[in-house]
């Protein structure tokens, strides 16, 4: 689709989802930085309401290519209405086209929250002081969301899951996408997730888990935190999983903010305990499910499926993340941690 | 002729594509494909003359492991057949690579064969043969790394 066709497919889209408009007009809309799997476009959009004018800033997700993940996106699209809400910060979802019908690929429209999110700056040490101040706020926004009730009649975006298998499910949905894409037998791998499944802990309390809650994925206006994004992964399951995943070494905020510090601002809103063994467990598990999505992406462009020359070499980066599974796994290999 | 080296080659075509090529272009995403083609090439010039050797010092490796697991685990790959251990002088990639997918599809059945025994303690010394195994293949690669 070229942009005039964009522009049309978008305003017959609010025109459908939103009753009362009337011209509609989409403006400046532009290609902005999305991420492996999807193009993201900014925009505004105006109509008549049939009482006055009314204006959103936008921005558009649409799966064009295969990524290194295809999640189904209505999920997604519930959720951010479900936590816009509940005073998580998160952008609002607008208007959902699951099938395409109107702009041409599987895409939503959501809220434009204003902000940068450059990962350079923010493990940059000499904006330390903000960036520490950030990552405080990050892991109160962590604690935040880990807090919220769930279990209300209007939330209907994650498969429910207990105490006794938060922990199999997920590495279960890994090791389904790993048998799928991989293009050798990876013994490797197959020992990692066998480690995983002999290892499963029982979660504390089931929580939503944002499912790639990292440095990377927030939104800042100077020092204030002013959401997070990318809730593609996000599951019902272990607060552990992203706490261990926000501190991996490839992205961890540690040089801003100590690890001990990060958890001392998480527990000031969120009072409970988090279990040190579970926590081991799912930092061996963020490795091995980031090993598996740097091959997914590999297999996807060895396959044509995309394009993006970023996605070519990605089996280097699974052999980064099995050699930090190795290195931290138990020296019993792990019959009970 | 030796002269220009692979590696050299490699990195001058890196070079030019970094410095000059993308330079030349607006910023966006073919800007951005020449910038991940320029990493890829760079990789590729550091480390291909060590693919082969250290994929053939990992193929040695598994084998002597295999040798040196319990009977009852050696046997259960007796199922998978075998392939010739004698590599030529100077081996093609693909055929160290044939190899060391044959090797791979062993140590698969090694692990479902240890999943299956009764005994703990031979389970446990078959997990940490395997387990430390893993653990050189990815010091091997890990020389790569570095070098790339």
């Not at chain 1, 609002?92 to 429209?109: E, R, T």
């Not at chain 1, 809730?231 to 552990?240: I, P, Q, S, Y």
């Not at chain 2, 446990?124 to 387990?131: A, G, M, N, Q």
Request: aromatic share 8%; net charge negative.
């Amino acid at each position: 689709m070229n942009t005039e066709e964009l522009e049309r497919g978008l305003s017959t889209l609010i025109a459908n989802r939103e009753p009362r408009s009337d011209h509609i007009t989409i403006t400046d809309l532009r290609s902005i930085s999305g991420g492996n799997a999807r193009s993201a476009y900014s925009f505004d959009a105006k109509w008549f309401n049939g009482k006055k004018d009314e204006t959103r800033k936008c921005v558009l997700l649409l799966q064009l290519n295969k990524g290194q993940l295809d999640q189904e996106l209505s999920p997604e699209f519930d959720l951010l209405d479900f936590l816009s809400k509940r005073n998580i910060p998160s952008p609002s979802s607008y208007w959902l086209d699951a099938s395409g019908h109107y702009l041409g690929a599987p895409g939503f429209v959501m809220e434009h929250v204003s902000g940068r999110g450059e990962l350079r700056n923010l493990l940059n040490s000499k904006y330390k002081v903000r960036n520490a101040y950030l990552a405080k706020q990050m892991a109160e926004a962590a604690a935040r969301l880990h807090n919220v009730n769930w279990n209300t009649s209007d939330f209907k975006s994650c498969e429910i899951v207990t105490k006794e298998n938060a922990a199999i499910k997920q590495v279960s949905i890994w090791e389904d996408l790993f048998l799928i894409h991989r293009m050798e037998p990876l013994p490797i791998l197959v020992n990692a997730f066998g480690w995983l499944k002999r290892n499963c802990p029982v979660a504390e309390r089931i929580v939503i888990v944002h499912g790639d809650f990292r440095f990377g994925n927030i939104l800042y206006e100077d020092d204030k935190l002013t959401s997070i994004l990318d809730w593609e992964m996000a599951h019902l399951g272990d607060a552990c999983e992203d706490i261990a995943w926000a501190y991996r070494p490839l992205w961890s905020p540690h040089p801003q903010l100590a690890f001990s510090q990060f958890l001392k601002h998480y527990l000031k809103t969120r009072s409970v305990e988090l279990n040190e063994r579970t926590l081991l467990f799912y930092r061996l598990f963020s490795e091995v499910k980031h090993a598996v999505i740097s091959l997914t992406g590999a297999n996807t462009f060895a396959g044509g499926g995309n394009h993006n020359l970023r996605l070519a070499d990605r089996m280097t980066w699974t052999t980064e993340c099995l050699r930090q599974f190795y290195e931290w796994l138990p020296s019993n290999n792990g019959r009970g941690l | 002729m030796i002269e220009p080296a692979p590696s050299d080659l490699l990195n001058n075509v890196a070079i030019v594509l970094r410095e000059e090529v993308a330079s030349s272009i607006p910023e966006g995403e073919a800007r951005n494909q020449i910038k991940a083609a320029s990493v890829i090439i760079r990789r590729i010039a550091k480390v291909w003359d060590l693919i082969i050797p250290t994929l053939q010092e990992e193929n040695r490796d598994i084998e002597e492991c295999v040798d040196s697991l319990p009977e009852s685990i050696r046997n259960s790959v007796e199922s998978l057949g075998s392939i010739s251990r004698e590599i030529p002088i100077a081996p093609k990639f693909s055929e160290v690579a044939q190899r060391n997918k044959f090797l791979q599809e062993q140590l698969l059945e090694i692990h479902k064969s240890a999943d299956r025994q009764n005994s703990e303690e031979i389970r446990k010394e078959v997990e940490s043969i395997l387990t430390n195994l893993y653990r050189r293949n990815l010091a091997r690669e890990k020389v790569l790394a570095d070098r790339g």
